[in-house]
Structures are given as C-alpha cells and as structure tokens.
C-alpha cells in the first residue's frame, strides 16, 4: 500500500510571543493528485497551518508546537529546511517575501543553486519552469520592475524549478488579474493531475470551485469545521465569511433581513459641486527608463463623489498611473494637477493631506513596533493634535476590526491583517481622497465588505479610487470604471456600461464574474449593480 505523501496528526501550534493557540487538534492526510482547497476567514489560522508543513513554524516562526507531521512516512522534525524544500513546495502569499534575485533568472535559480545542482541542469530546469508558466518573455526582467502578479508568477516558478512532490499556495490568486488566476488554477489541476499534491490558501473559493478540488478543508477558530467533498462546504459555511457563487448567496441571503441601504460619500455633498475636479491628469506619459513608455498620453479627472475601480491585467500600468496622482511618481511629459496644483512642484508629503495611498503590497509601509504607532505615524507628521490622533486611532481600527490588535507588532499580523493596518493608517490621516491599491488582497469576503461598506460612509472622504482585479468589488461598490492596459485608458464609464461588453473584458485579460451575469441578467428590474444579498430581496 502506497504510503501518503502528507499526514498530520493533533497539530497544535502557539506562537511564542502570543498568548493564544493558532491552530489546535488539526488532522488530516492529503493524497497524492490530489487539490485540497483550504478556505476560512482572515486570522483562522491556514496561514499557520501552511508554515507548520513546510517547517517554517517553529524554525523561522518560534513557537510551541503539539502533535506530528509526517512527510511520506517519515517525521521531518530533525530535517534541515533545506530537506523539507526538496519534498515541498511554497509560495507565500505576498511576493515581495519570497524575491530575493535581482534578475527573474536568478531568482528561479536560486533554490537549485542552494541545493547544488549543476550548472546546465539549472539552465534547462529554469527555462522549463519559465514556459511551463507562459512567462519566459520575462527571463531577463529586472524583478523591481515586474507588477505584483507577474512576481508572483516568478516566485511559483522558482518552486516548480526544485520539483517538489508537494505543494503549498497561500492565497495565490491574491495578486493576479482574473485571467492570470484561472491560468494559475488550471496550471494547478494539470500538476495535480501529474500527480502532485496540492494544499491551496484562498479566499476566492467560488473561482478555485471551477478546477474542481478534490476536497475542501474549512476552518474556524484554528479548527478545522468541515473536511469533505466541495458540494458540502456551502451547508456548513457562513456566506458571508466564504465568497461562494452569486446564486447560492442569492438563495442563502433570502432567508436573512435585506441589508441596509449605505449612504456612499456623505462627505462629497456639501463641499461645492460633485463635478469639480479634484485630480487632473492632461496628456501624461512616464517610462521607468528613458526609451521605454509606460503610460501613453492619460487624460482624466477625478471629481467630487467618485467611486472609481481602477480594472486591467498585470503589467498594465495601473500602479504606475496612482502612484501619479499621489506624486510618487512625476511625469516624463504632461501633468498631474492636485487641487489645481502640478505635481512637479510639490512634495509626497503636501499632496498626502488630500491623498491618502495603500500600497498593493503591506511590508512596503509598516515598519512602527506596534499597529497603535503606525497608525499614529501620518496623523502625527500631519500636524495633528494629540487628542484627534487618539481619536482617529481609535476609529480606523474599528474601521477594519482590528481593536483588538492596538499593541501587537504589525508584522507579526497574517497577510490580510496587515492589509487591514495599512489601509488603517491612511484612514487615521483623513485625507480627502483614498487611493488603495488592491484593498481586497488577502481578505475574507467579510471582513472585506465590511471595511469598504465604512470606509465608504465616512464624511473625510470626497472621492475614492481603488485598484482591483475582483470585478465583483467593481459590481458592487464603484459608480465608474476605468480599464487601464498598455499604459493607456481603453474605457471609463459607469458599471453597468463598461462591464456587459464581455469582447472588451476578455480581450484585457477581465473575466465576467456570477454576480455581474446575475446583475446584467436583472438590471431591468433593478436599474443598478448590487451586492447578491441585496438581489436576494428584490
């Protein structure tokens, strides 16, 4: 009888510098070919889990850990890490973690060289991976220049480079444009039917759904609450914790009282014309190198009360447009003006008490010993008073359910935790225009809504811009879409104009999502997109 590739038996793990356990009595044996697709709210505890299998915890995460796992028969307790990264595979949730190369080459290198593998045969295994993933076009790619998604094509590369038996993805979708994500997911399949096993983090349960996993593992509390066939999961799952597809929601939501009507922007009334342009982009064009353009000629205005979902694939100059708008960046040729003021000539630190920015990835801002003092960082270089910073504090954490986390170290936090911080500490700022960069990433459908439902209520804030790759956050929250691809703006409308043209969304990499089939499919009774739990009651 074939032994299995994993086994894991009353795992418990608590980590040294908290008091609670993470996960407690988890077991379960994972088979070879197999696609188990593990779902849960933020902070359930899957990270953990993650890191206990590829020996990260208690190696490089300390911590006190209970029961056993055993990697084909054998307890890997003793292994070097080294060992273990010859039978499993990572990838992190978050990239910028995981690149260490300077060049794309390198970096899918760098394991094989680690583990001495001679030169000719790292070349062909490199170049395998690179095309096995479609992206060998990036071979020579500087890896700072590359887009959220397309290092986390790299950093996957480099995994499949080693051959690992088995698997780990922590929220692999999270960075990529729909289209991206499907090639991730049926790239998944395809290994797994080549007999790899897979464990797979994600929150995008309804897009991981269509490969068909061979079962789903749904945790709680760091427990595991249900463990079986996918047709199962939506019985015992909170749906508003899980993103399941938009009918099941529909048909779940018709039993719970509507949802209250949200008043968006109540700020943007009252302060002069919804009209009046905030942000003004004239003829902008800026390449990272001087031969190379970016962005191509960008006109556009951000006026008072806009919601904007910024949509398109990896690669295609969406950050690189923000950050203009915030002057991170400054244009090669054309404008930004900034309340009717060029960027070029003012500072990061004028333009931030009108815009405030996320950034896509969370370890590129937190760096404060605890979330109370990264919170308090802008509203203090703001010139601030003392009691409105304990008051702004005190709001943005309630914002994004984090009350409880005021003195933990940021970096300590999951990957969707810290998302939450640093969408907290631009909050605490109370600039008049909110900029984030994938809000979504790493969020349970929950915990998601509910900080765009208040965020997008709050009175500081006159307009708001978001960049995504969940066309669902677009159905349900944005008043304008703008698609961004090649570094120029393909369209910019409202919702239900720029997303029923299926052609134009396919040919930018965008995929037609449940809930705006369902949405188009009812417009004529609703006359506007909405979230499944409103349709439940129409």
Known sequence: MAVSPLVVENLSFRYRDRSATAIREISFEAHAGEILLIAGASGCGKTTLIRCINGLA????KGEVGGQILLYGEN???WKLSQISQKIGTVLQDPERQILGTKVVNEVAFGLENLNVAREEIIDRVDEALKFLKIFHLRERETFTLSGGEKQKVALAGVLAMRPSILLLDEPLASLDPASAQDALDTARLLADQGMTILM???RVE???RIQPNRVMFMSEGEIRYLGIPSGLSKVANYREIKLPASEIVERAKLDPPPAEIKILPGAAGRGSEKEA???FEEVAFGYDAEVEVLHGINLEIKRGD???VLGPNGAGKTTFVKHAIGLLKPKAGRVLVNGHDTKQASVAQIASTLGYVFQSPSHMLFAPTVREELAFGPTNLKHSKEQI???VKEALRIVNLSDKEQDPPLALSFGQQKRVSIAAILAMQSRILVMDEPTAGQDYQNYMNFMD????????EAILFITHDVDLAVIYANRVLIVNDGRLIADGKPQDVLRDFDRLKANRLVPTSLLALNLDRLGATSRFMRAEALAHV
């Not at 208690?58 to 995460?61: G, L, N």
């Open 278 to 280: 905030l942000v003004r």
């Open 76 to 78: 890997p307790k003793d």
């Open 454 to 461: 208040s965020i997008l209520q709050l009175p500081s804030f």
């Open 201 to 203: 983090v994600e929150h």
């Open 58 to 61: 208690p190696r490089s995460y």
């Open 307 to 309: 919601v904007i979902a």
């Open 390 to 392: 304990e008051t702004e």
């Open 207 to 209: 897009d991981v759904l």
